[in-house]
């Protein structure tokens, strides 16, 4: 697949003039430009700019609301619920976990449930607000029906994945944001929009036939972890970020690229406490020896060094930080004809 | 395996007059007692009276405090810090799950972590006791060494269950309780006392080779679900219910059967929540809607129901419920050399 490089500021402009064409607000347009940037600056292009032309198309046929006016209802100290308004996934998430964020300093513990959202990128983005405020961070949300219930022949659960996020006593935050498919959607949606294939074992076609074409998986089921585990798994974060909060739920939720009959209605969950709550300023020191501990076994062939989730992407980050992103010409050519609407 | 066939309230009577031998409370005797017969009658034997001899060595070898006091200091309305005072675990894990409920119905909320406790049974049964109260409920514990971190040679992680309850608005809960590793501990055991097998691609004997006999497996490295996610999940666990509660974590949970050389320090972690704080009344009608609609999906050949987790084992509650308990030989020989201390 042929790239473009193209520098990170001038990306970012291009971003925000988009959404501002599309009557987002200043802030809100930086919030989103903030988040895809992120994304493939961490690695993770499937939740960047290749959804860019997705969130247009749902802002132009007015399943996303582009000046959506976002309500937080206060219920304690602790507890909020945030009604998204049915903007950008993002924009609502972003004051969801700032929210929560704000009340775990105040109170030990934050918990913020969100309702009438939409996709909001990667789910460690939020963790990450929270960790670097020195705060321990659960963050749930659901997603368009991707993988079977275990014992059902039909796609219901999204790919909902569990989030956890905690300080480490250095600055590259453990964060654990992990699926319960075998494989991310947005990455079976790259390799489609891309020509590329995937993995083995990681989805069934529509007739329940083992399949490597992207396309093919879309329209089939993808495997969830570890069978009944991974299912019962994948039905909690429905429950707790849809059943829960207000939002969509049981394969309610629609799919963001192919289904513009009404917005999606997704909910999210953020748990955010203070890591000091039980042990005082030895947490520090705890996660410290924990981590250096876990480091310190004797590794399987060819691994070099142990690492803890989180530290991969920060990784990546880091090395990115500085340089110009790959964008491939499908989203070069997205970017080409919003600019021009 | 040969069995024998016992009344409930006889083999309670006994369990209560071991632990009371061994110095516990009138109070104490019975909780223990409760659970251990719960475990049974679930179907769980792994985590029932297969593991009465084991508490009563450790409370012997002293390494469990039989007239624990355990103290429990409230943090604010809604979280608590419990000193389980080397208490079997049980025990401090009652008294955890009572305070969070507590704390939930006044404030939304609880949140109890408890430290220098032991291994406490099934982590569904303390979400089974929020639950019957109405509330959601997320159960972390860690457990010693079992499972290698994703890289690592060496078992560090214990099994680390995630288990997650939920009122139905039916008389069955959900209640998810799946530990992070292919197999439970629990049964690997019960495989190695009574002389059976364990199914293939679950462990690793000590020198790496997989393994289907149990006493091998004990040896060696139990497999987690799904590699990194799996191991990445496990982690997460040690961290919520050791590193943040003041408990033994990074490895250093003693094994209950093997190790006498102090007490366990077991951490967990409760969080209760009230399941009508975002959607008021409609929770009742949104998790029916839920459930039902995942019920009627398509199901596989063969499959006559989809069952959401927990139903299992309330069917086979209410199976045994009035039954007598079937336990081993072993068992057998384990309660009459008890009862004759």
Redesign the interface.
């Known amino acids: 697949m042929e790239k473009v490089k193209m520098k990170q500021d001038f990306l970012k402009k291009k971003i925000i003039k988009i959404f501002k064409l599309l009557k987002l607000s200043n802030k809100h347009s930086l919030i989103c430009a903030n988040a895809l940037i992120n994304a493939e600056l961490v690695g993770a292009p499937s939740h960047g700019l290749s959804r860019l032309k997705m969130y247009c198309d749902r802002i132009k046929k007015k399943v996303i609301n582009p000046i959506a006016k976002i309500k937080v209802k206060k219920?304690?100290q602790?507890?909020a619920?945030v009604d998204g308004n049915n903007s950008i996934g993002f924009v609502a998430a972003d004051i969801a976990i700032k929210t929560a964020i704000s009340n775990a300093k105040k109170?030990?513990?934050g918990?913020v449930?969100v309702?009438n959202s939409g996709h909001y990128g990667l789910s460690g983005y939020y963790a990450e607000q929270a960790v670097k405020k020195n705060l321990?961070c659960m963050v749930f949300t659901n997603a368009p029906p991707a993988i079977?219930?275990?014992?059902?022949?039909?796609s219901?659960f999204g790919t909902n994945p569990?989030c956890?996020g905690?300080p480490t006593g250095s600055k590259v935050p453990?964060i654990?944001d992990?699926s319960i498919s075998?494989i991310n959607r947005g990455k079976i949606r790259v390799a489609a929009r891309e020509g590329g294939k995937i993995p083995e074992g990681v989805a069934l076609d529509k007739l329940g036939k083992p399949t490597t074409d992207p396309k093919k998986a879309l329209e089939g089921v993808q495997l969830p972890?570890?069978g009944?585990?991974?299912s019962?798994?994948a039905?909690?974060v429905?429950?707790?970020s849809?059943?829960?909060?207000?939002g969509n739920?049981?394969?309610r939720v629609k799919d963001p690229f192919t289904d513009f009959s009404g917005p999606q209605n997704i909910g999210h969950l953020f748990?955010v406490?203070k890591?000091n709550?039980?042990?005082g300023n030895s947490?520090n020191k705890?996660?410290k020896?924990?981590i250096k501990?876990?480091k310190k076994?004797?590794?399987?062939k060819g691994?070099k060094?142990?690492?803890?989730?989180g530290q991969n992407k920060f990784n990546r980050f880091k090395n990115n930080q500085k340089k110009e992103i790959s964008i491939s010409k499908t989203v070069l050519k997205d970017l080409e004809f919003l600019e021009n609407i």
Chains 1, 2 share one sequence.
Not at 297 to 300: Q, T
Not at 305 to 309: A, C, D, V
Request: aromatic share 12%; net charge positive; no cysteine.
């Open positions: 219920i304690s602790s507890i619920h109170t030990g513990i918990l449930a309702k321990i079977a219930p275990h014992g059902a022949l039909k219901l569990i956890f905690t453990f654990l992990t075998m972890i570890a009944f585990r991974g019962g798994l039905w909690m429905d429950i707790l849809g059943v829960l909060t207000g739920h049981a394969g748990f406490m890591p709550l039980f042990v947490f705890r996660i020896d924990n501990t876990i076994l004797p590794k399987i691994v060094e142990i690492l803890y989730p």
